[in-house]
């Protein structure tokens, strides 16, 4: 069988609409270099990938990808995912450096999704807006370990798909407003979260399940927001009680006037390449369908 012939589940032509996506990857330390790797499998064929930090030795315990020899070169992280991407799929084409992602912004813009595993809700924050403002499905990880008693602790993370129109980060209670106040005022000072491989595996793997739905819709379902959250204690990840209720009253943070660019004109890139054009906008039977009974759902819950 050829590599991807155990996916046509997805579709008849799932694997060219997967080799057609551009999918962006803010934050490729311990949840995105998983994902990184699981989109390389199923074969994603452009990526943006953007991390501006190198590999340390406190990495090793996390960084898929990341070897020894990558420590004293202090090899950088975008590095590190693009060799391991490649390994996996020499014909991807990856853009993007060791910087922030709004270095990429031209990039980023035309990304069917984006991907974020930031810690600082600050970040979450900004790439979200980011997203809405371009209408951009994101999907964001994150997790942490706290102490629950004496030599006790408890693992613990969520993964939150944010559909354009739909509940966003804020409605979820992902992105407070005292966070990010609190992280203002000790900007620089957070120091390391722990982090652990197998509870990023975990995330990244549910992270990479909603991308392929956005993209493949096995089920025929379109994506709605969603908020998984992951027990590392009790190794579970279920929808979170009361997604329901949350999803009727959809988002009040995003005004529909403040979403959308008119200002970013598709054709300037139409007339670079024919083939960000059809990354950008995906005009697949497929896409457009899915596409129309998305906001058909939006339009009956509102």
């Not at 992280?77 to 084409?93: H, T």
């Not at 407070?176 to 957070?190: F, H, K, P, T, V």
């Amino acid at each position: 069988m050829a590599w991807l012939d155990r996916q046509s589940f997805l579709g008849a032509n799932s694997d060219t609409v997967l080799r057609n996506a551009k999918v962006g990857l803010a934050g490729l330390g311990g949840g995105g270099s998983h994902v990184a790797q699981q989109l390389a499998h199923v074969g994603i064929g452009t990526f943006v990938l953007v991390d501006d930090d190198s590999l340390e030795d406190s990495n090793l315990n996390r960084l898929v990808g990341g070897r020894f020899d990558d420590i004293a070169p202090e090899t950088e992280k975008f590095e590190i995912a693009r060799r391991l991407i490649l390994g996996i799929n020499p014909n991807a084409d990856i853009k993007g450096a060791a910087k922030h992602w709004q270095a990429f912004i031209d990039e980023f813009k035309c990304c069917d999704l984006i991907i974020g595993g930031l810690d600082s809700v600050r970040a979450k924050h900004e790439l979200e807006g980011f997203c809405r403002r371009f209408m951009i499905p994101y999907i964001d990880m994150g997790m942490d370990v706290n102490p629950i008693g004496e030599g006790e602790f408890f693992v613990s993370g969520q993964v939150v798909l944010s559909m354009p129109g739909r509940p966003c980060l804020q409605c979820f209670g992902v992105v407070r407003e005292e966070d990010l106040d609190r992280e203002a005022r000790n900007y620089g000072a957070a120091g390391g979260k722990p982090q652990v491989i197998w509870p990023n595996g975990v995330l990244a793997s549910s992270a990479v399940g909603l991308c392929i739905q956005i993209l493949t819709p096995w089920h025929g379902r379109p994506s709605d927001s969603i908020y998984l959250e992951y027990d590392g204690n009790e190794h579970t990840v279920k929808r979170r009680e009361g997604l329901d209720r949350m999803l009727v009253h959809g988002c009040h943070h995003y005004r529909a006037e403040d979403t959308g660019d008119p200002g970013f004109d598709i054709r300037k890139h139409l007339l670079n390449s024919t083939t960000v054009f059809a990354e950008a906008v995906s005009p697949t039977p497929e896409r457009l369908s899915w596409w129309q009974a998305l906001w058909a759902q939006i339009r009956r819950k509102n």
